[in-house]
């Protein structure tokens, strides 16, 4: 009767998911965590408040305009800017701050509006791609 | 002087049962060994002062080696006990369900004296992590020792008392330990006063995916500072490392911004199983600074999370089965959030009601649906009451999660409501810290 296991210490590779989350409360095979190269509908936060609205009478960029991560932190935040003129259209939620050690060590982050609009509130979508 | 750690503590092989490659489950060298990943990381010179049996011996010290210890010394084995730490749950979405093989049976024997160990090797900082060794011993012996000396009280601490030790730097522990549980009845006012007779400089309490609090006894004074979220690999080892660069001190004496640090360093560490890929991180970090620690992250301290109440709306009928609404509840409660879970606290509407009565149910949950602050729709079946309490929750302008672990939802409504569509129980919980962080 044989076995398999761990044989020996430094033999942990990358590569076999232990299987997909099914929803079963995310227990399961786990991979290493790669840095994202697309990430999609990201809803910025405090649009209303944020230089692009401010400054341009409160109009939102139409969909398909570029954008660009902002390779400094502004007021705490990562923040996206349109790529052209450089405007803050809002803020990258929390959840995304880990993208820094990424654009710390080389990775930008553009892509495009999505949608935008006024209702109920000033909303901006984007997707980026690294 | 340039600062220099000795670590003393127990050495296990942290076996991941969730994580599994073509190997089978991941195992590594944990208990001190990660605070010595960190140091290593963050180029400060450190020390292991070890308990361990000795089939590790070999290993130990092979490893000390790639991680640039200055040296490795065995202050006592462990005998009868592989000190196999069995993880059951490396993410900590709930209780991580740790296990320590044949842990009964061990057998702790000093063999080096640790006086010859500091002499030797001179640290301006000694960082201890109980076990079941004789701690009391090691700090007994640590009575005419000048430097900084930090205890990390999450485990096998509770019979540390104050009369028979060294003055300490720094007390360490955490929302889990048994200290902070059962002697200090799981809030702050007590754990101050508990450690009060201690006469250290400082307490760090680190409240997990909440940030971290830290109280200056001779201050009088509190610095808090954020967790950063990041996609989490596990979470094991995580806190030691939290511990290793905060009392590295590396912005002088700064409390708010090492503890910022920390919390960086940790969340890289949470982020891989390499080494390698750790040290780069961190590197990454150090190299851009001030705009790492200057980052907005979650702060939610252990009481605050207490009286937040959250909504669960889910199908929670008998003829359901509700394993995942239970788990899901269960985890929230081990973050110390408040569940509330209408049809278990007002009851369910059945046929045989009188229309009053089935409307006093409704009122009642609408009352609750009120006091949340945190709703929570669980689609366990497609179910048209969980679909209204959702819409009628977003609509108050608070924040609404939706966790569709059997990929029910197709509506656009569904899926474009909530603030965050959640496939997992992790993924929810990470969610919650986000919807409900200071701001």
Known sequence: MGSTGSGSFGNYRIGRNGGETSGKGGIGGMEEIECPTLIENIRLEDVATSEFYVNNNSTLPAPGTKVQVRDKVYLGRLVVETEDTKQVLGNLPTQYNYLLTYITKGMYYSGNVISSGNTPVPFVVVTLNG | ?439
């Open chain 2, 1 to 439: 002087m340039d600062k220099r750690v000795l670590i003393i503590g127990e050495i296990f092989v942290d076996t991941h049962l969730d994580i599994i490659d073509i190997n089978g489950p991941l195992i590594r060298l944990g208990g001190i060994f990660h605070s010595a990943r960190a140091f290593s990381a963050i180029g400060v010179e450190y020390v292991l002062a070890y308990y361990a049996p000795d089939y590790l011996d070999d290993d130990i010290n092979y490893y000390s080696c790639v991680l640039k210890s200055q040296g490795c010394f065995r202050l006592g084995e462990v005998k009868n006990a592989p000190n196999v730490m069995l993880v059951n749950e490396s993410r900590e979405v709930g209780d991580q369900g740790y296990y320590n093989i044949l842990k009964d049976q061990a057998v702790y024997t000093e063999i080096e004296q640790l006086t010859n160990i500091v002499n030797i090797t001179k640290p301006t900082d000694i960082l201890i992590y109980p076990g079941r060794y004789d701690t009391k011993k090691i700090l007994i012996d640590l009575r005419d020792y000048k430097g900084r000396i930090h205890v990390d009280f999450h485990y096998d601490s509770e019979n540390i008392k104050p009369d028979t030790i060294p003055v300490l730097s720094t007390i360490i522990l955490s929302t889990s330990s048994i200290v902070f549980k059962s002697l200090c009845n799981g809030n702050v006012h007590d754990l101050i006063s508990y450690f009060k007779p201690f006469n250290a400089e400082f307490i760090l309490f680190k409240e997990n995916r909440g940030g971290a609090l830290c109280y200056s006894f001779p201050k009088d004074n509190y610095y808090e500072s954020p967790a950063y979220y990041v996609p989490t690999m596990h979470s094991v080892g995580v806190g030691d490392i939290y511990n290793a660069v905060f009392i590295s001190d590396l912005i002088n004496r700064d409390t708010e911004k090492n503890m910022r640090l920390a919390s960086q360093c940790a969340a890289r560490y949470a982020e891989t199983m390499l080494y390698e890929k750790f040290q780069v991180n961190v590197q990454a970090v150090l190299g851009n600074l001030e705009q790492m620690i200057g980052l907005e992250g979650v702060r939610l301290s252990w009481e605050e999370r207490k009286i937040i109440n959250i909504y669960i709306a889910a199908p929670d009928f008998p003829d359901i089965n509700t394993l995942l609404l239970d788990e899901l509840s269960e985890s929230l409660r081990y973050h110390n959030f408040n569940p509330r879970l209408p049809i278990r606290e007002n009851g369910i509407v059945r046929e045989t009601m009188t229309p009053e009565e089935k409307l006093q149910i409704f009122r009642n949950d609408l009352d609750l649906l009120s006091t949340c602050h945190l709703l929570i729709a669980v689609l366990l079946i497609n179910d048209a009451g969980t679909l209204v309490e959702l819409g009628m929750f977003a609509q108050s302008g608070k924040p609404t999660i939706v966790f569709d672990p059997y990929n029910i939802c197709q509506n656009m409504f569904v899926t474009h409501t909530p603030n965050y569509f959640c496939k997992t129980i992790g993924e929810v919980i990470d969610a919650t810290y986000q919807c409900l962080r200071r701001r």
